[in-house]
């Protein structure tokens, strides 16, 4: 099957690698020249295990290829996926902008049938309209007798698993009201359905708000979990001992329901407020969400708090390392990341940071810059001289770090740690002051 991907950030570039790796065509296409160009000469600009090797395997299998055509590409392919980014505006509400942009690129080359389908977290709606607007394309000029289908199938990947996630899925979202898209569909996924990976065909409004209840669910749990973290920390109870407690009943399972520092990334903050928005317009009450959101945004500052309850309101003398700088592990991904609106924070009143990550210190450097910021590849020299220790990510490394050299780094052997990464009882046995989330 020939396939065309518009966009080739992310997502686009992660399920067109996989489509690729399932047998299929593939040109990817994007409107950033030095993407393009780079993805040509062989660099995969994102962090993503698995993605390298796989894009490599593709290209040069010949199944995948990479163009800032999008006419000529889209003349190629029966299928047409639109993957560009949907950011939120101002309101909170999806930005369709890109997504429109492309949407009518398709409608002006356009020349066969093909079935055209969003990748893309859109609203509700959002492939009605795009419908619509490549119909009036069509009809401009003058090729209105000329088919095509729409498709919602949104993506349930993570970053950090991405690729593990999409060839493994849990469940295939197929919105669509018409048999014909459906077939064709089905034969796409071919390769995952044949081994049994479940493909649920429903409305294009019910696949388009699937995407979204699952984020927001997601992100209920976690924010759910960290407001019982806060009435642990009143309590004197351990929100992992209450974790355990509820995570053995199948009916609620162990999955997001880990406290920290509040989620972030380049979906759920996002998602969450589109849908609140998509539903406000609709005069539909959303009290669940708005509290999501809220916890979300109190829970972020959880580490700045302790910096300020701990040290006072005079801190603008402080150094403080910060461990961990991507939203979450196995990504360089610093979007809506809790390190760097706490960074900014504690810049703000002139505190001086010392920063490591494994692998997002280049995106770090260019939202931070340099001001009051010190960057090591080195977790252990981020900490020399530093007033604290302020932990943001699980990675690996930081879980297994060897505390005697820690302490021994540290000016003060202050640990605030926003992942719950090591013992309360041993970091103060060792002489830490130690906080975490929901645990005294
Ligand atoms: N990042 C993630 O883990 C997931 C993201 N999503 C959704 O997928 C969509 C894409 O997300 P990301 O890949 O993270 O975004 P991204 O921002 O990484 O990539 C979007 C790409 O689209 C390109 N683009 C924009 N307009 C274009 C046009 N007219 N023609 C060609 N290329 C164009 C941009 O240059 C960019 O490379 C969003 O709606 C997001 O919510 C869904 C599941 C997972
Ligand atoms: O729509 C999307 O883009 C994607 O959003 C999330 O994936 P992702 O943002 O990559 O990362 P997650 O693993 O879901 O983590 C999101 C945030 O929640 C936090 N989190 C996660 C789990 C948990 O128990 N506690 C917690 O605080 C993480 O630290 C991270 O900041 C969803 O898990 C994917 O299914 C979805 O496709």
């Known amino acids: 099957m020939k396939i065309c991907m518009i966009g080739t950030g992310y997502v686009g570039l992660v399920v067109g690698a996989c489509f690729a790796e399932m047998g299929h065509q593939v040109i990817c296409v994007d409107n950033n020249p030095a993407k393009i160009a780079s993805l040509q000469n062989g660099q995969v600009p994102i962090y993503e295990p698995g993605l390298e090797q796989l894009v490599e395997r593709n290209v040069e299998a010949g199944r995948l290829s990479f163009s800032l055509d999008l006419i000529e590409s889209v003349g190629h392919s ?49 492939s009605e309209m795009i419908r619509g607007v490549i119909r009036a394309e069509l009809e401009r000029r003058g090729m209105s007798d000329l088919t095509f289908d729409i498709v919602s199938n949104p993506e349930f990947l993570r970053e950090g698993a991405a690729v593990g996630d999409f060839l493994h899925p849990n469940r295939i979202v197929v919105g669509t009201d018409n048999e014909r898209a459906l077939q064709y569909m089905k034969e796409l996924y071919l390769p995952l359905t044949s081994l049994g990976y479940p493909l649920i065909q429903m409305d294009i409004a019910s696949a388009e708000l699937a995407k979204y209840a699952s984020n927001a669910m997601l ?19 351990d929100i992992e001992r209450v974790r355990q407690g509820m995570e053995l009943d199948h009916r609620i399972g162990s999955y997001f329901l880990s406290a920290g520092v509040g989620y972030g990334g380049s979906c759920f903050p996002k998602d969450v407020r589109a849908i609140i928005q998509s539903a406000s317009e609709r005069n539909v009450p959303t009290h669940i ?113 060897d505390l005697k050299r820690v302490k021994s780094l540290l000016k003060q052997p202050v640990v605030f740690d926003g992942r719950n990464l090591f013992d309360p009882e041993r970091m ?5 002051v130690y906080q975490s989330i929901g645990r005294t």
């Open 78 to 126: 029966q299928f047409i996926f639109i993957a560009v980014g949907t950011p939120p505006a101002e309101d909170g509400s999806a930005d369709l902008t890109y997504v429109m942009n492309a949407v009518r690129q398709i409608g002006a080359s356009l020349n066969h049938y093909a079935v055209i389908i969003t990748k893309s977290t859109v609203p509700i709606g959002s």
């Open 428 to 432: 103060k046995e060792a002489g830490f």
């Open 219 to 237: 992100a209920t749990r976690i924010s759910f979990m960290n407001e019982m973290a806060g009435i642990c920390e009143s309590v004197g109870a």
């Open 289 to 401: 969400l708005e509290a999501v959101d809220k916890v979300n945004h109190q829970q972020k500052k959880k580490l700045y708090e302790m910096v300020r309850s701990h040290f006072g309101d005079n801190i603008s003398q402080l150094r403080v390392a910060v461990w961990g700088l991507s939203f979450k592990p196995e990504t360089d991904d610093i979007r809506e990341a809790p390190s760097i609106e706490t960074i900014e924070l504690l810049r703000q009143r002139g505190v001086v940071i010392q920063a490591h990550d494994p692998v997002a210190l280049q995106n770090a450097y260019q939202a931070l810059g340099e001001q009051n910021m010190v960057y090591y590849s080195d977790p252990y020299q981020a900490l020399m001289d530093a007033d604290a220790l302020l932990l943001f990510t699980e990675w690996k490394q930081y879980r297994a770090a």
